[in-house]
């Protein structure tokens, strides 16, 4: 097949068309229109570039509308182009946001996003749903907020912010009672709540989950709590690197206690290798930190904590 054949094929066929194929289905809380998240069982793929590219989140694969058929079906390049070739034509379930949002005004940078929103305060929705659902210590509250990584989403949502190196923020996890999602056009980089020079970097899964260790260990001096937000893109293991490398540093993987946290561990493990820091791996005995935090009658409204409690979280196992 010549070159042109092979783009206006590629073009036809996108790689949503190839999932839905498959079996997999769109996560549309976990979607947003310019990163899908597909799932079939404990699968994912992440489709981008408005479905010309895909990326694998527990793994490195990633590629076009012809390798995600190699991925999947696990076929060499000529067998995949017959497999795209049958699919030319196939009808897409049509996202609900696509219909919802045709004739919306152009998005704003995230930048401007960011700073249009408010900060929670004591008794607004997004305070309400991280105090009395999430049963997140107001202390903690206060400190993310003078941090600057909260504000106010829609239908009392919580944002909360990722940021570069120079603290500029590039997108943000969107949590609330009916939606998780990430910023549209954002980038997933680290939310950092803590001492940007601590040397105890403890890595979770999800924002919500950063402050709910962060309330557990009574907010340690020594810490810096983090969240990729369920994500691994190359800046966030470029961030992670940078604290890593720093004499003393010491990588705590904090991640989930299933087998998507473990994978997630797994790669912290060799990032604390290559980076030559201290690791170590901490497991919360519920599937996430919120659970756990939540579980604990010792931790209240105001983040007074019994003392003695979760010797698994205040005592990492090392190695």
């Keep these: 097949m010549e070159k042109a054949d092979l783009e206006e094929l590629r073009g036809k066929v996108p790689c949503n068309s190839v999932l839905e194929d498959a079996g997999f289905e769109l996560d549309l809380k976990e979607s947003s229109r310019k990163a899908m998240k597909y799932r079939r069982a404990s ?29 999947l079906d696990g076929v060499p390049f000529a067998a995949a182009l017959y497999v795209v070739a049958e699919l030319v034509g196939f009808v897409l379930t049509e996202p609900v946001w696509t219909r919802e949002t045709r004739d919306r005004a152009p998005d704003l940078t995230i930048m401007e996003g960011w700073r249009l929103r408010r900060k929670p305060w004591p008794g607004s929705a997004t305070w309400r749903y991280l105090r009395d659902t999430r049963r997140v210590p107001e202390q903690v509250i206060g400190k993310a907020i003078a941090a600057n990584l909260l504000r106010e989403g829609p239908k009392g949502s919580m944002w909360a912010g990722h940021t570069d190196h120079a603290g500029q923020v590039t997108g943000w996890e969107e949590r609330g009672p009916d939606w998780r999602g990430f910023a549209s056009g954002g980038a997933k980089v680290l939310l950092r709540l803590g001492r940007f020079d601590a040397l105890r970097l403890c890595v979770t899964e999800a924002a919500i989950d950063a402050m709910s260790l962060a309330a557990i260990e009574d907010v340690r001096a020594d810490t810096l709590y983090l969240s990729t937000g369920g994500g691994w893109a190359p800046a966030t293991a470029e961030a992670l690197r940078a604290h890593a490398h720093r004499p003393g540093a010491h990588l705590v993987a904090a991640t989930d206690n299933n087998a998507q946290g473990e994978i997630y561990a797994g790669r912290l493990r060799d990032l604390a290798a290559e980076a030559g820091c201290g690791f170590a791996r901490m497991r919360p005995l519920a599937e996430d930190w919120n659970a756990e935090l939540r579980k604990e009658p010792g931790i209240g409204r105001e983040g007074e904590a019994e003392a003695g409690r979760l010797p698994h979280a205040r005592r990492p196992p090392q190695g």
């Design 43 to 71: 699968e994912i793929i992440i489709v981008i570039h408005d479905g010309k590219g895909w990326f694998d989140p527990l793994s490195d694969a990633k590629g076009d509308v012809f390798t995600l058929v190699e991925h």
